[in-house]
Antibody, heavy 119, light 110 residues
Framework: EVQLVESGGGLVQPGGSLRLSCAAS????????MNWVRQAPGKGPEWLSYITGSSSTIYYADSVKGRFTISRDNGKNSLYLQMNSLRAEDTAVYYC????????????WGQGTMVTVSS | QSALTQPASVSGSPGQSITISCTGT?????????VSWYQQHPGKAPKLMIY???KRPSGVSNRFSGSKSGNTASLTISGLQAEDEADYYC??????????FGTGTKVTVL
């Protein structure tokens, strides 16, 4: 079964850091580009970041550029999101999502991990 | 990048057809045939229903169809069923490997 499982969310103070992980199984992880997408409470999803299978190409949304870093470890079938300088507006459920090859769509999603930024 | 505009809610009776619109700009929806649609039930992750404007992933009912005209994409659900009650979001490629989602539409089955 194709599956993505996020972890690492929690409560963090403004200005703090958090590292999210996404464990992939059921498919050849290294051959797929991956994304992070977040969804604030009661809002629509927001795409955050993209990384190719080889990590050779990385993109970020302007809202997180310079604060968040996407990475992956194909040997561990894992995707990561390092989040620094967190703000209240970063409070959301964070999802990892597999890229639907060459279609600009996201075909597999994890269950999400909640990040709350509050003092 | 502003969110794509969707109606806040759409409703229909079982068996009817409904259409959800998704309006963007010439920089996103209008420039690329790369609109996708997602269904999201409460407390669950989004599920891909349509990609490249009108294609259905394996396993998605053919009651779901997509189209596009100019800067507006549309999702039509025919033969509405109780399990179709959910939030629906459109998403468009916006160039330079960035993506913009819609504001979301709550579908209610009366």
């Amino acid at each position: 079964e194709v599956q993505l499982v996020e972890s690492g969310g929690g409560l963090v103070q403004p200005g703090g850091s958090l590292r999210l992980s996404c464990a992939a199984s059921g498919f050849t992880f290294s051959t797929y580009s991956m994304n992070w997408v977040r969804q604030a409470p009661g809002k629509g999803p927001e795409w955050l970041s993209y990384i190719t299978g080889s990590s050779s190409t990385i993109y970020y949304a302007d809202s997180v550029k310079g604060r968040f870093t996407i990475s992956r470890d194909n040997g561990k079938n894992s995707l990561y999101l390092q989040m620094n300088s967190l703000r209240a507006e970063d409070t959301a459920v964070y999802y990892c999502a597999r890229d639907h090859v060459d279609t600009a769509a996201f075909d597999v999603w994890g269950q999400g991990t909640m990040v709350t930024v509050s003092s | 990048q502003s969110a794509l505009t969707q109606p806040a809610s759409v409703s229909g009776s079982p068996g009817q057809s409904i259409t959800i619109s998704c309006t963007g700009t010439g920089s996103d929806v209008g420039s690329y045939n790369l609109v996708s649609w997602y269904q999201q039930h409460p407390g669950k992750a989004p599920k891909l229903m349509i990609y490249e404007g009108s294609k259905r992933p394996s396993g998605v009912s053919n009651r779901f169809s997509g189209s596009k005209s100019g800067n507006t994409a549309s999702l039509t659900i025919s033969g509405l069923q109780a399990e179709d009650e959910a939030d629906y979001y459109c998403c468009s490629y916006a160039g330079s490997t960035t993506y913009v989602f819609g504001t979301g539409t709550k579908v209610t089955v009366l």
